[in-house]
């Protein structure tokens, strides 16, 4: 038989108990759906905490890679566009000293040749010395060990894009910052630099565009793995907003029966007043 006491209500201590349990369920869906996230701090589950906490800093590194390779792809463009130029202005010298070959030429026209191939000559230097994004330039260093280095991953590792040196004199482009056609000697001299630079630069600019796609692809590569990630750290700490709607609506209903289940509870010791009537 239970005992009847006013200093001990056993219902409305299990009541109460009952009550304080759904509070603290009630307040993690709450926490849940303001936040959006089942795994909001290392509190709520630990291990799971740690684990997303460590992919979102591999995300967030992704992002610098990303900017690199960006950069690497912006700067290869601008180069390999100064280059089109380039060869594109190799072509306008050919027919200027082809014509030059022309030994009947009148020392007049001759002349004007000369000049014509001069005044292009001087604006592949121009192309070339404008060529620059961010303070890169993919088409002027000399050095053969010039390259951009675009990270490729969070450890540091680097896709290496050679560059190509298309300035006057260089190991691409023969023709020299000197050359004219004055005679038809020259004239011949200078029509064999050109076709030898027009070759070697269409093959500069080939390889230019094999680097600008490899770093094109790795892009499209680091992009699809940033989301990756991204959609696995979600997975691992993001709520079900709809299951924890229902399940608010739940708690409510169970919240408010418990508090009618502690006010009886909490009556039940008044009914004794009644034996001393």
């Known amino acids: 038989m239970a005992l009847n006491s006013v200093n001990t209500n056993s219902g409305a201590l299990v009541a109460l108990q009952n009550l304080q349990n759904t509070n603290a369920e009630l307040a993690t869906v709450q926490s849940r ?22 992919q979102r800093s591999e995300i967030s590194a992704m992002n610098a890679v990303k900017d690199s390779l960006d950069r690497g792809s912006s700067a290869i463009d601008v180069g390999l566009a100064a280059g089109e130029s380039v060869s594109d202005l190799l072509v306008q010298l050919k027919e200027k000293a082809l014509a030059a070959t ?15 191939f001069k005044a292009i000559r001087d604006q592949i230097t121009t192309v070339v010395n404008n060529a620059s994004f961010n303070g890169v330039n993919m088409i002027k260093d000399a050095t053969t060990s010039a390259a951009f280095k675009a990270l490729s991953n969070t450890s540091g590792t ?14 691409n482009v023969t ?24 070759d070697n630069v269409s093959s500069a600019l080939a390889r230019l565009g094999t680097g600008a796609k490899s770093l094109d692809t790795h892009r499209a590569f680091v992009g699809k793995l940033s989301d990756a990630l991204e959609n696995g750290v979600g997975n691992l700490v993001d709520a079900d907003l709809a299951k924890e709607s229902a399940r608010l ?24 007043l009644g034996l001393f009537r």
């Open 158 to 171: 680097t896709i290496d894009v050679k560059a190509q040196n298309l300035a006057l004199g260089g190991a």
């Open 102 to 116: 022309d030994k009947s030429l009148s020392t007049a026209s001759r002349k004007a040749l000369n000049e014509d």
């Open 249 to 272: 609506q739940s708690l409510q209903t169970k919240q408010q029966l418990g508090v009618q289940a502690l006010s009886i509870a909490n009556q039940s010791t008044s009914i004794l």
């Open 33 to 54: 759906i303001n936040t959006g996230k089942k795994v909001n701090s290392a509190k709520d589950n630990g291990a799971i905490w740690a684990i997303a906490q460590g």
């Open 175 to 198: 023709v020299t910052a000197a050359m004219t056609i004055g005679t038809s000697t020259l004239a011949t001299t200078a029509l064999a630099a050109v076709n030898a630079s027009i």
